[in-house]
């Protein structure tokens, strides 16, 4: 078809306008194509990946027709060889990720990822899995999208499960995740003179220490990968670990590099988008971990975030990555490279965890607990 442009009038006009409307990119309807209606146009071409000139043709077009779904106004399936495409679509595949299931790119294709996707939450509900999107399926959407305000049943599951499985850490199961290794993937590496360090040899020593006070203290513990593995391991591969380990923890360790060896300082993640909704138990734990270390080693704060990457969405327990300071940081590196700076880390780490399960009630002030003192008061309450 003909480009519609600045300047044109007509019925097709009116309907790319209302279109425009709906989308909250423009404020009037009518059936002129003006000045509003054209930066209105560049507006979506720039939202939806397209040239951005104005001009409404085939490929503009389709985008408009494809955002004019709502979610719930058609079935969605998995369509070979033309997969569906719309804004419905896209509705969700954005809430199925909120949720916590793995549907990819938010790209409005219901491709293969998608309709798996779908037929997990259809299992998890009760409904037959055929990765379809029909009435039934968004009944149980939207029944679980009003219990949580924002949706995210996932996390509410997370938090339930979490406080039911009660407030000893004595036979909980944690799972340690040290970054890298395989193949030759180290991490961020600095040479120091005849020495190299590496975070995946780094991280690997923490986690080993890790091991051994957290089984002290009464739990299972589990790490993702030995000092040299033979092949690299994908967040995937360490999400799906864990999960079949049926963990009720996961931390995951790792160091920071940077260009500038001024950047120095230890970080938190945890499961969230950035709509603000997150995994609560996951926030908590980081916060925890975060605390811990900056309180207890006076490293540089540099704060929790919350993150979508796979070891973090496709985890089914509460799950955090600490960013253990700059290998690049010559300040952070004279002290992690010390086993006895290491040490306190560990400790830090310990005390963050033991706190996830120690009663709210007889909180005490961060970097003040004494490990020993609390597993005499865990032991007498098991
Ligand atoms: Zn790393």
Redesign the pocket.
């Known amino acids: 078809m003909r480009s519609i442009r600045r300047g044109d009038s007509g019925p097709a006009v009116a309907e790319i306008r209302s279109i425009l409307v709906g989308l909250e990119l423009l404020e009037t309807a009518g059936d002129v194509f003006d000045d509003a209606m054209d930066t209105a146009v560049r507006a979506f071409q720039q939202s939806r990946g397209l040239g951005v000139d104005g001009l409404v043709g085939d490929e503009t077009w389709g985008a408009l027709d494809a955002s004019r779904w709502r979610l719930g106004a058609r079935t969605l399936f998995h369509s070979v060889p033309d997969a569906l495409v719309g804004e419905d679509v896209r509705t969700l595949q954005e809430r199925l990720l909120e949720m916590g299931y793995d549907s990819g790119r938010a790209d409005s294709i219901y491709g293969q990822r998608t309709a798996r996707a779908v037929a997990q939450f259809q299992r998890e509900v009760g409904l037959t899995p055929d990765g379809s999107c029909g009435p039934q399926t968004m009944k149980a959407l939207r029944r679980l999208g009003r219990k949580v305000v924002g949706g995210r049943p996932q996390w509410l599951r997370e938090a339930e499960a979490f406080r039911q499985a009660g407030t000893n850490l004595v036979g909980k199961t944690i799972v340690i995740d040290p970054?890298?290794g395989g193949g030759d993937d180290s991490?961020?590496v600095v040479p120091d003179g005849p020495l190299r360090w590496s975070?995946a040899d780094l991280?690997y020593d923490l986690a080993s220490r890790l091991e051994g006070r957290l089984a002290a203290a009464g739990m299972r513990v589990h790490l993702t990968r030995g000092p040299k593995p033979a092949a690299p391991m994908s967040g995937a591969d360490r999400a799906a670990l864990a999960n079949s380990l049926g963990a009720d923890l996961l931390i995951s360790l790792?160091?920071?590099?940077h260009d500038n060896e001024a950047a120095d300082g230890v970080a938190t993640y945890h499961f969230g988008t950035g709509s603000g909704l997150s995994s609560t138990v996951g926030e908590r734990l980081a916060n925890l971990v975060q605390r811990e270390i900056v309180v207890r080693t006076g490293m540089r704060d540099c704060h929790i975030h919350a993150k979508t990457w796979e070891l973090l969405r496709l985890t089914r327990m509460p799950a955090v990555r600490v960013?253990l300071g700059y290998l690049t940081s010559p300040l952070d590196r004279d002290r992690l490279v010390n086993p006895l700076f290491r040490e306190q880390i560990v400790e830090a780490i310990l005390a963050a965890v033991q706190r996830m399960y120690y009663p709210v009630e007889a909180d005490v002030p961060t970097g003040s607990i004494d490990v020993r003192q609390l597993r005499m008061v865990l032991a007498q309450r098991a």
Not at 254 to 257: I, R, V
């Open positions: 970054g890298h991490g961020v975070e991280v790792h160091l920071d590099g960013d």
